[in-house]
């Protein structure tokens, strides 16, 4: 029977010093972290840099016009109820069409409340797609103020979050108009 020999793993005292040193922490780690949080930054920055630009908000203005057409009417309590669909036309930062749906209830002293939801399709800040739209209306027929949000993008829309006012007046008898500002962000998906 042969005898197998082995060489030692270590064969120097350098490479005894330097295992001891990597054990028993002799080693600069302070430096070592350092050097590799330095490498570590650009590639930080690389992943993170689009995510921050796009988030940045865009203020956006412009003026939109809307023609309602009523689909239901009811009165209770000296109130009346009316249910309607609507079309818009948008310009502006905004630019494009909603069509939706909502409700007013026009109060007996003459101030109203309206909701309403719908589909923009267009371009906001020069990104195209789609977006739901809804509107919160107060005040009365001669001057309301709208509150809306702009939110489930798609397309190039993706990722939009938009919040804004709007200071409307009835044009006639079915239809308003108006001049909106809002601030937009785009998310990344």
Known sequence: MDMITSKPILESPTQVRVLARLLFGHINYRRLLSRASLAFVPVLWLVLAPTVYAEEAVPASGTEVTTLSPVSTRAADGNTFIGFTLAESWQGTFAGTRVGSGS?????????????SGIFTGTIAGRSGTAVMRFHVSGTFAAATVIFTVTDGTGGLTGVHGEGTE?????GPLSVAGTYSAVVHFTAP
């Open 104 to 116: 007013v209830v026009i109060h007996p002293d003459g101030s109203i409340d309206a909701q309403s």
């Open 167 to 171: 200071a409307v007046s009835a044009t």
